[in-house]
């Protein structure tokens, strides 16, 4: 009995360490403001633990700890799916989605007695998440910011738009015709975040623009 009670506190043990790593990578999210943060990554560690240290004890040498793994791994992959969000034209949470799914395999590794490797994961994942968040300009993409503008088209003025917010074309066009003229309602993508005196400058200059929307991220 007493043997029993000691090797299932072992157990326990796996699990705790499963719940510090969690709490690690979910830190990191945190600090970013992130879908998922500690509770999520933790609470999906201690979970591929717990279910690694069921298939493995719980069935006896019969189980077929591999068909368990595998369950977990997809089952994770549905909830890293709802943490996707497809907005503005914008694939967002899709790191938070991955780093939770990954956080699943340090749990499993944890449950499977494979110790080095679950703290080893667990510092991989936060180290290149750190340098990956680095101001180096390599690791950094250029800002976008989407302007919708409305405008009289009666020559080239398509083009003069184009360039003066830097855009090779159009992301989305409506054309209207209103009495004897032709109205462009436009959207475009721009790497200059443009202030509102640049904006009044461009209606000044341009008296064919009707009007300028700037699209900010919410």
């Known amino acids: 009995m007493w043997e029993e009670i000691l090797f299932e506190a072992r157990i326990l043990i796996?699990?705790?360490?499963?719940?510090?790593?969690?709490?690690?990578i979910g830190f990191e999210r945190?600090?970013?403001?992130?879908?998922?943060?500690?509770?999520?990554?933790?609470?999906?560690?201690?979970g591929a633990a717990l279910?690694?240290?069921?298939?493995?004890?719980?069935?006896g040498d019969g189980a077929d700890t591999a068909r368990v793994a595998a369950q977990i791994v997809t089952g994770v992959g549905f909830l890293g799916a709802g943490i996707?969000?497809?907005k503005k034209h914008e694939v967002r949470g899709l790191t938070t989605a991955a780093g939770v799914w990954a956080t699943a395999g340090v749990g499993m590794a944890c449950g499977g007695g494979l110790y080095v490797i679950a703290i080893?994961?667990?510092?991989?994942?936060?180290?290149?998440?750190?340098?990956?968040?680095t101001k180096f300009s390599i690791f950094r993409t250029k800002p976008v910011y989407s302007v919708k503008i409305e405008f009289y088209q009666t020559e080239d003025e398509n083009d003069r738009v184009k360039e003066l917010f830097g855009a090779?074309?159009?992301?989305?066009?409506?054309?209207?015709?209103?009495?004897?003229?032709?109205?462009?309602?436009?959207?475009?993508?721009?790497?200059?975040e443009l202030p509102?005196?640049?904006?009044?400058?461009?209606?000044?200059?341009?008296?064919?623009?009707?009007?300028?929307?700037?699209?900010?991220?919410?």
């Open 14 to 24: 796996d699990l705790l360490l499963s719940v510090i790593l969690g709490a690690f």
């Open 30 to 46: 945190k600090i970013r403001s992130k879908e998922a943060g500690i509770r999520t990554h933790t609470v999906v560690c201690v």
């Open 51 to 59: 279910m690694m240290v069921v298939s493995k004890y719980a069935f």
């Open 84 to 86: 996707i969000v497809y």
């Open 120 to 133: 080893g994961a667990t510092a991989i994942m936060i180290g290149v998440q750190l340098l990956l968040h």
């Open 168 to 192: 090779d074309r159009f992301n989305h066009l409506v054309i209207t015709r209103t009495e004897d003229k032709v109205l462009y309602s436009a959207t475009l993508n721009t790497e200059e």
């Open 196 to 218: 509102s005196s640049r904006l009044n400058k461009i209606m000044y200059e341009n008296p064919f623009i009707c009007s300028i929307e700037r699209c900010d991220n919410d």
